[in-house]
Every structure is written in C-alpha cells, then in structure tokens.
Nanobody
Framework: QVQLVESGGGSVQAGGSLRLSCATS????????MGWFRQAPGKEREFVAA????????DYADSVKGRFTISRDNAKNTVYLQMNSLKAEDTAVYFC?????????????????WGQGTQVTVSS
C-alpha cells in the first residue's frame, strides 16, 4: 500500500503563489509516476500535472502551463507543485496521485493511489 498526504494549501490573493507538497509512505514510490489533480465545487476532478519517476518527463494541463511546476525529491519521498500567478479559477481541492506505470498520463484511471486533498482558495 501507498499513503499520500498533501499539505501546503491555503488562501491567497490572485497573482500570489503557493507550494503544495505530497509526502508518500508505505511501499516505495521511487519508481512511480506522480500526478496532481484538482476538483472545484460542482466540477469533475481534472488533471493538473504529472512527473515520471526520474523527474525527466513532465506533463501539464494547458490551463496551468507556464504557471505551475511539478517536481519531486525521491530522497525525501515527496512531490511538489509550485503554483505561481494564481487565478480565481485555480480554486479547488488539490489531490496527489501515484501510478505504478512508468510514463506520465492525464487520466484519473491511470493512478492507483490518491491522497485526501488540500484546499486552495484564490480570491480575486
């Protein structure tokens, strides 16, 4: 089993920044692809970003390209999502996810494990 715990959420004004962290425990996820998803009220959970196990490959939703950066520190078993130039439409619960597959993917079904989520609220 793999446990994922997100942190770093909060409230920020538009244009501000936040960095989310996802701490992993249990089975090692060094070889796992990691992803971030988000879910706004009344909307489906959507892909935000993903990173391969080595960090050599990343993928982003068009809506966050150029503003968000996903990274990982395998020595610390932690994945990060740096969010800059935040907009009101970025308001959502952000979820960390892990996949035993080797490449990045935007589909929710691709991921085997999920965290409980952390709230991000951006005020305009």
């Amino acid at each position: 089993q793999v446990q994922l715990v997100e942190s770093g959420g909060g409230s920020v004004q538009a244009g501000g920044s936040l960095r989310l962290s996802c701490a992993t425990s249990g089975r090692t996820v060094i070889r796992y692809t990691m992803g971030w998803f988000r879910q706004a009220p009344g909307k489906e959970r959507e892909f935000v970003a993903a990173i391969s196990w080595s960090g050599g490959s990343t993928d982003y939703a068009d809506s966050v390209k150029g503003r968000f950066t996903i990274s990982r520190d395998n020595a610390k078993n932690t994945v990060y999502l740096q969010m800059n130039s935040l907009k009101a439409e970025d308001t959502a619960v952000y979820f960390c996810a892990a996949s035993s597959m080797s490449s990045t993917d935007y589909r929710r079904s691709y991921y085997d494990y999920w965290g409980q989520g952390t709230q991000v609220t951006v005020s305009s």
